[in-house]
């Protein structure tokens, strides 16, 4: 339930429903009807997503992006929440939904074994009727049970939780520069050889499996990256 909270409270920031302060616990309750210990959970999440920052006895301020001209591409929010990309929800085009075994490369890519089966889904991605990425996601077959078709339109990772309840514990994300191949380049309108941002991610389970992984290809105008830290004391 906390997490159905969670992304309603996200979706709210993200489309500018609140932009400054969030209401109280007290209210919270009464709008969503459920406990105050769902309520903290669900705020704990939109904290971890970077979205809010807690004030002692104030309550929960939403961050202000510095950037206002820019789209910001938060890392600390799973970037295939299409729900959830500032200025989305993101359009998806499918260019290739199959099953394909790994080889040494994908596999060290991915943190699984090679010849593991996965499922692959590439699709580009639209923000605004504007290119946003090219996207290649990768699922094992034998932590994802099943794919469809229609499954992969839109947010594959809201499909898993709704379907297995399947949801992540950690990922890892690698940004870097990629040289793209005629056939990126032909995609993403640019030129064989061009160097593009690319975000690699590999997602967890909490028992330590890799439930995903996926390489990202970044051409929307005015791109900014965001992520989210809490200082700990060493």
């Known amino acids: 339930m906390y997490h159905k909270v ?101 596999a060290l890519r991915g943190n699984v074994a090679v010849s593991s089966r996965v499922y692959r889904v590439v699709r580009l991605r639209y923000l605004q009727n504007q290119l946003y990425s090219l996207e290649e996601s990768y699922f094992p077959r034998d932590v994802v049970p099943f794919l469809s078709e229609k499954s992969v339109q839109n947010s594959i990772f809201s499909f898993l939780r709704a379907a297995y309840q399947m949801t992540g514990s950690t990922s890892e994300n690698y940004v870097h520069v990629s040289k793209i191949n005629e056939w990126q380049a ?27 992984f996926s390489r990202t290809y970044f051409v929307y105008d005015n791109l900014a990256l965001y992520y989210h830290t809490q200082n700990i004391d060493i």
């Open 6 to 106: 969670a992304e309603d409270i996200i979706q709210a920031i993200l489309t500018n429903k609140y932009t400054d302060k969030l209401p109280t616990e007290k209210e919270l309750v009464a709008q969503y009807q459920v406990s105050r210990n769902t309520i903290r959970k669900a705020l704990d999440v939109v904290f971890a997503h970077g979205l809010l920052r807690r004030v002692r006895g104030s309550g929960y301020y939403v961050i202000k992006k510095p950037l206002q001209s820019q789209k910001i591409l938060n890392l600390s929010i799973g970037f295939d929440e299409n729900s959830m990309v500032s200025g989305g929800p993101l359009r998806s085009k499918v260019l290739k939904f199959d099953t394909i075994t790994a080889d040494k490369d994908l």
């Open 186 to 212: 032909d995609l993403l309108k640019r030129q064989q050889g061009d160097h593009i941002l690319c975000l690699d991610g590999i997602n967890y389970l909490a028992n330590g499996k890799v439930f995903n």
